[in-house]
């Protein structure tokens, strides 16, 4: 039978799961992670024609080729594939943008362009992927940092600019999906309409309503017109009184990369 065992095409006469994994090399135990047609598999199983399936040995790291199969193992078969060719757009990298940056390079989107012109100070770490680390540093490197300790072979176009009026279309040329991450209102409005009034190829998800504690399904992804989804709750935004914290915050970040991803698969309900 013709099978694809950790991302090359091969035929085998093996019949399970455990009999395929020794006659590679591994050892069918806890120290081997045996996962098929994206599902991690505690016990030996049949194998068919057509299943994809990866062996992982704890501890290890793998080469690109071996650690973008294993990424595409736990993904829905045939989703890696796409991701990988993906270009994604972050325009700033607060407390959604660097949420959204991590959660898309941990999906293996193949290139990843991260736009902010600010540092990382103490007042960030309550919701920002950054740590006492990364105090000081810029935002674009702290990102591209974290990055590369979870996927170093995603391709990480950084600039370190404010985005204005002026160089907003220039800016995002070579982008045809972009995560708009600002928290500034005017900043937002300005990037939104920008882009959709001027492009007519360009996907925007962005975000209104995410701040305080309350309840999480309140947040949700409205597709507002073909090319414009906007994630949030429309109506909590921080003021006195308001603050962002991470759980919501986090909360609208995993939506505008979820809805990011389904853009990239074709899939464009926000249901």
């Given at each position: 039978?013709?099978?694809k065992?950790n991302?090359?095409?091969?035929?085998?006469?093996?019949k399970?799961?455990?009999?395929?994994?020794?006659?590679?090399?591994?050892?069918?135990?806890?120290?081997?992670?045996?996962?098929?047609?994206?599902?991690?598999?505690?016990?030996?199983?049949?194998?068919k024609?057509?299943?994809e399936?990866?062996?992982?040995?704890k501890?290890?790291?793998?080469?690109?080729?071996?650690?973008?199969?294993?990424?595409?193992?736990?993904?829905?078969?045939?989703?890696?594939?796409?991701?990988?060719?993906?270009?994604?757009?972050?325009?700033?990298?607060?407390g959604?943008?660097?949420?959204?940056?991590?959660?898309?390079a941990?999906?293996?989107?193949?290139?990843?362009?991260?736009i902010?012109?600010d540092?990382?100070?103490?007042?960030?770490?309550?919701?920002q992927?950054?740590?006492i680390?990364?105090?000081?540093?810029?935002?674009?490197?702290?990102?591209k940092?974290?990055?590369a300790?979870?996927?170093?072979?995603?391709?990480?176009?950084?600039?370190?600019?404010?985005?204005?009026?002026?160089n907003?279309?220039?800016?995002?040329?070579?982008?045809f999906?972009?995560?708009?991450a600002?928290d500034?209102?005017?900043?937002?409005a300005?990037?939104?309409?920008k882009?959709?009034?001027?492009?007519?190829?360009?996907y925007?998800?962005?975000?209104?309503?995410?701040?305080g504690?309350?309840?999480?399904?309140?947040?949700?992804?409205?597709?507002?017109?073909?090319?414009?989804?906007?994630?949030?709750?429309?109506?909590?935004e921080?003021?006195?009184?308001?603050?962002l914290?991470?759980?919501?915050?986090?909360?609208?970040?995993?939506?505008?990369?979820?809805?990011?991803?389904?853009?990239?698969?074709?899939?464009?309900?926000?249901?």
């Amino acid at each position: 039978m013709n099978i694809k065992l950790n991302g090359k095409e091969i035929t085998t006469n093996e019949k399970t799961l455990y009999s395929l994994c020794e006659s590679r090399g591994y050892i069918a135990d806890e120290n081997t992670v045996k996962i098929i047609n994206g599902f991690q598999s505690a016990s030996d199983t049949e194998i068919k024609d057509g299943d994809e399936i990866v062996f992982i040995k704890k501890g290890v790291f793998p080469n690109q080729q071996e650690l973008e199969s294993m990424l595409c193992a736990r993904h829905t078969p045939k989703v890696y594939e796409k991701v990988k060719n993906a270009r994604v757009a972050v325009a700033g990298l607060g407390g959604l943008g660097s949420n959204i940056a991590l959660n898309l390079a941990r999906t293996g989107v193949g290139t990843l362009h991260l736009i902010d012109f600010d540092v990382v100070e103490p007042s960030n770490l309550n919701r920002q992927q950054y740590m006492i680390k990364h105090l000081g540093m810029k935002k674009t490197q702290a990102v591209k940092e974290q990055i590369a300790q979870i996927n170093p072979f995603v391709k990480v176009i950084s600039e370190d600019i404010k985005i204005t009026e002026e160089n907003c279309l220039e800016v995002f040329k070579d982008d045809f999906i972009v995560c708009e991450a600002f928290d500034n209102p005017l900043a937002k409005a300005m990037l939104v309409n920008k882009l959709l009034s001027e492009r007519n190829d360009v996907y925007v998800v962005s975000a209104s309503g995410m701040a305080g504690y309350f309840s999480s399904n309140s947040i949700k992804t409205r597709k507002i017109s073909e090319r414009f989804y906007l994630c949030g709750d429309m109506e909590n935004e921080a003021k006195q009184g308001m603050g962002l914290m991470a759980p919501r915050v986090s909360v609208c970040a995993g939506h505008q990369s979820n809805m990011a991803l389904k853009i990239i698969l074709g899939d464009f309900n926000n249901e």
